[in-house]
């Protein structure tokens, strides 16, 4: 009787076990229930601001996640913000609020698309906290720890909170876009997702050539069609493209060179070339 009244009283003892629950189910029903029981111990505990604010923010991200509901994730991650943020780390609510922005822009939240006043908050709020966006990115960027297929859920994460992030800064700060839009190529390339990589590749070196960083783009670009989608048409053509533009660039215009001289070759007529004309 004494558990079941202290659990009553403090609705927060409850989370645990249906956190278990939903875990082990992922069912409609374990989702509602959490939420619910988040929203409950929010009410009943509006002081406690650090505990309040992750249990806003973990019912967002079922919202968002499991119930397809992204009004409902935004609202409660801003009402998260709004009352219990100050003072506290905002990396795990802001890094939240900017997956919700990428799938946005993707439309794939036709609810959000519907609620304009939703949309233009939650750019105003990504665009207030940009530096807790750096915050997210460096917290799954130390969980990953040189990312590998085993970590893909936050490796994904981090691709579509550094796309959400490089979409806010392109018009004021090319460089953090450039630099965001290659961190992620990189990332999607490692955890096997080379068509991601290369629409990351394509926006630098195709949308800003003349940016010191769009070499790399663009041999990275080749390198991928070449090493990982095994295709030696747009490898070649996209080498030459290379040469094309940057013929003396001192980091890889070489490296392009002998790609396209060795295309589709094995390791061992590779050496026979070398062997014969050495050249």
Not at 228 to 235: E, F, G, R, S
Not at 258 to 275: C, H, T, V, Y
Request: hydrophobic fraction near 40%; aromatic fraction near 8%; glycine fraction near 4%.
């Amino acid at each position: 009787m004494l558990v079941l009244s202290s659990c009553r009283e403090n609705p927060a003892g409850q989370i645990p076990s249906l956190e278990a629950a939903f875990a082990r189910s992922g069912s409609s029903a374990a989702a509602d229930s959490l939420v619910q029981q988040y929203l409950v111990a929010v009410k009943a505990n509006p002081g406690e601001h650090e505990n309040n604010l992750r249990f806003l923010t973990k019912a967002a991200e079922i919202k968002f996640l499991n119930q397809k509901d992204a009004v409902g994730a935004v609202r409660l991650l801003n009402q998260g913000l709004k009352d219990h943020g100050v003072g506290l780390s905002l990396a795990e609510p802001v890094g939240m609020l900017a997956r919700i922005w990428c799938a946005y822009q993707y439309k794939s939240t036709p609810d959000l698309s519907r609620n304009p006043d939703d949309i233009d908050l939650l750019r105003a709020t990504l665009e207030k906290n940009l530096p807790w966006i750096d915050s997210s990115l460096a917290q799954l960027d130390k969980e990953l720890g040189g990312a590998t297929a085993n970590l893909q859920d936050q490796a994904l994460e981090f691709i579509q909170i550094s796309e959400a992030y490089s979409i806010l800064v392109q018009e004021t700060n090319p460089d953090k876009q450039v630099d965001l839009l290659l961190k992620a190529a990189g990332l999607a390339k490692t955890i096997g997702d080379p068509n991601k990589a290369l629409r990351f590749y394509y926006n630098v070196a195709e949308k800003m050539p003349a940016h010191h960083q769009a070499p790399t783009a663009l041999f990275m670009m080749a390198f991928i069609y070449e090493n990982d989608l095994k295709d030696l048409d747009k490898a070649k053509s996209a080498y030459e493209l290379f040469l094309q533009r940057y013929p003396n660039d001192p980091d890889y215009a070489d490296d392009a060179k002998n790609a396209i001289r060795f295309l589709g070759m094995s390791p061992e007529e590779i050496i026979r070339q070398f062997e014969n004309n050495p050249q």
